[in-house]
């Protein structure tokens, strides 16, 4: 099979044993913790809606961002260092007076990469997954709250009227069609970066640095510019502005998504798309461009 392998695409078998024999002993002992972790903090999240009062939602997505962060930034990496490696040991011309493409040997090297990166798509995917029913049943929880027992802030903005609680199927289906696509993109697209970036300026740190650049811009611009536009709003607001899905991956709209249809969020779901439209063509541009 591995012989099998190497001759279907000789660069990706390489790649991929260099990869797997350049990780540090540390990182493959303690690799299980990073799951591990990410599910304690998936639990205590969930935890917290025995209290109507709390910040779960807020919770949920500061995790998302974060998990979201470190498994951006070690695709990026890892695709940086591919080729980068291969001009500092001077080696990228022998690669290539092997009679091998450079096309296939840049692709066989992203295809080695995104196999060493697999695990933190699984579990950038599997933490967002996980957080869907999370975000649905804080909503359930304080809407069942302030409909009993009445409160200022939601009818505040104007939401009062006879309460109803819907679950909306089609909306449902979408977060979790959308949640593997945007996680597969997000993989695909930064590892893609890292790849271009040092294959034109051949060193590592540099790549790193402009591919970061590149990807991580966005973050900071659409971050600033929803708190420009919507200031210090409430926090649902706040998710609720189409712009910020550009800022960190889609999360706030596959947020929206998932709330069932009540006075509260009539239309939210609809408002929803733009954002996922947006950022899926923003991930695609990087992949393909």
């Avoid at 840049?106 to 699984?122: E, F, T, Y």
């Amino acid at each position: 099979m591995v012989a099998l392998a190497g001759r279907a695409n000789p660069i990706e078998w390489l790649e991929s044993r260099y990869q797997h024999r350049s990780t540090p002993a540390f990182a493959r002992r303690w690799w299980p913790l990073l799951p591990l972790g990410a599910g304690w903090a998936v639990a205590v999240i969930a935890l917290t809606l025995q209290d109507v009062r709390a910040s779960t939602r807020e919770y949920a997505i500061l995790l998302i961002w974060i998990v979201h962060a470190l498994a951006a930034s070690r695709a990026i990496v890892a695709g940086a260092n591919a080729v980068s490696r291969e001009h500092v040991s001077q080696t990228w011309d022998t690669l290539v007076l092997t009679g091998v493409s450079v096309r296939r040997i840049l692709m066989g090297k992203w295809l080695a990469v995104l196999r060493q990166i697999a695990p933190w798509m699984l579990v950038l995917g599997a933490v967002r997954l996980a957080l869907l029913p999370v975000f649905m049943l804080a909503f359930v929880n304080r809407f069942a709250w302030r409909t009993a027992y009445g409160s200022s802030g939601y009818m505040s903005y104007g939401y009062s009227g006879t309460s109803y609680l819907d679950w909306v199927a089609w909306a449902a289906f979408v977060a979790v069609a959308a949640t593997v696509l945007l996680t597969l993109l997000e993989m695909m697209a930064c590892s893609a970066l890292g790849l271009a970036a040092s294959a034109v300026l051949r060193r590592g740190w540099p790549a790193m640095a402009a591919a970061f650049i590149v990807r991580f811009l966005p973050v900071i611009l659409f971050a600033g510019f929803t708190r420009y536009e919507v200031g210090a709003a409430p926090s649902w607001r706040v998710l609720r502005f189409p712009p910020l899905s550009l800022a960190d991956g889609g999360s706030a709209s596959l947020y929206q998504l998932v709330l069932p249809e009540t006075n509260w969020t009539f239309g939210t779901h609809s408002n929803a798309l733009p954002g996922l439209l947006m950022v899926a063509v923003m991930l695609s541009a990087m992949l393909l461009v």
